[in-house]
């Protein structure tokens, strides 16, 4: 709409504009994908120029391929959402979510950014889970990741991702996989919505316990050889759910700029 007014050479009073940036979610692998990083805020009197504002949608993060009868697969982080209102103040940055972490006997570490991503399974040792508010906004624009809980026994549990209201939820038995964190609720559009959920842990062996979505566009995890995983929702910016034994986890669901402002003049 602005767009239009200012190449029409139209004069625009300075307004009052309220926004929404969500970034993309990160994949899962066999944890949850974090969830995109979520921010609001305001900013008054925005005087239109010669000038547009610019924005960048994030991508969901993508999970390619397997090594079959491993667990071991390949997942991405989100991209960032930016927002770009006044070019002398520089872009305000969403981060993408972290990629869940992977089956490895190691470590399972998952991946840091808006809301990390859940750690995945491990028959040797506790595995760590991405950090969330990463780099750090206030308030947090997500949280981190749960672990596999320390349970390291078949069917080998995995963390849920975080989400942009909540951490996400560790394994709380071998049987039990982590949920993803919560995302937080926005009534920018007029209706109250979640956004930015984390996706929930996926178990290594075919047992029940997969972990669910967080409220936002979580996608839930799944286990064993099951292939039905469920990615992130579009333009929620919902972390991927995790996946299983020889079956990857879900894409991280895309991010949203949404822009708000009086059009009474």
């Known amino acids: 709409a602005w767009r239009n007014l200012v190449e029409a050479g139209n004069a625009i009073p300075p ?10 979610g990160g994949a899962g692998k066999n944890g949850g994908g974090g969830a995109g990083g979520m921010i609001e805020g305001s ?3 925005v005087t239109f120029l010669s000038t547009v504002m610019q924005l960048t949608v994030g991508s969901g993060g993508e999970s390619v391929g397997t ?10 982080d989100g991209e960032d959402s930016e927002l770009t209102i006044d070019v002398n103040q520089g872009a305000i940055v969403a981060t993408g979510g972290g990629q869940g972490g992977r089956t490895d006997i190691t470590s399972g570490t998952a991946g840091s950014g808006g809301s990390g991503g859940g750690g995945g399974s491990a028959s040797g040792t506790l595995t760590y889970a991405g950090l969330g508010n990463t780099p750090p906004t206030n ?3 997500g949280y981190d990741g749960g672990t596999n809980g320390n349970f390291r026994g078949s069917p080998y549990p995995s963390g849920g991702g975080g ?6 939820g560790s394994a709380t038995s071998n049987n039990q996989c982590g949920n993803g964190g919560d995302g937080r609720q926005s009534s920018i559009t007029g209706t109250q919505t979640y956004y930015a959920g984390g996706g929930g842990g996926g178990m290594y062996s075919s047992s029940s316990g997969n972990g669910i979505g967080g409220l936002g566009g979580g996608g839930i995890g799944y286990r064993g050889t099951v ?15 995790g996946g299983g034994n020889a079956n990857r986890g879900g894409y991280g669901g895309s991010g949203v700029v949404i822009l708000r402002f009086p059009i009474s003049y």
Do not use: C, F, H
């Not at 090594?67 to 991405?76: E, H, K, N, Q, R």
């Open 15 to 24: 307004l009052n504009i309220d926004y929404l940036i969500v970034a993309g």
């Open 139 to 141: 308030p947090p624009q």
């Open 227 to 241: 292939q039905a995983i469920q990615q992130g929702i579009p333009n929620t910016g919902g972390g991927g759910g």
């Open 67 to 76: 090594v079959a009868g491993s667990g071991l697969t390949a997942g991405w």
């Open 163 to 168: 989400g942009a209201g909540a951490i996400g």
């Open 43 to 45: 900013k008054e009197n």
